[in-house]
């Protein structure tokens, strides 16, 4: 006869003491925080560089010699 199959999960057991890799607590909120704050600030600059480029080069091509008009930087030919 077949025995029934165990309704209990698997879970993570949970050790009583820290390793010697674990990070306090502090370090942990620490970490997260550089995280954020690097993936805000990377966000942040990817809008300014595809907003900021084109007008950055018009302010280059016009400060350049010779000094075109900007009707010149802006047509195709």
Known sequence: ????????GKGKV???GR???????????????????????????KVAAQYGFIPLIIVVGMNSDPKPSLYQLLSPI
């Open 19 to 45: 390793g010697g890799s674990a990070a306090a607590p502090d370090e942990r909120t620490a970490v997260k925080c550089v995280k954020v704050w690097s993936t805000w600030a990377m966000k942040k600059a």
């Open 1 to 8: 006869m077949a025995s029934k199959a165990s309704l209990k």
């Open 14 to 16: 949970a050790k009583s």
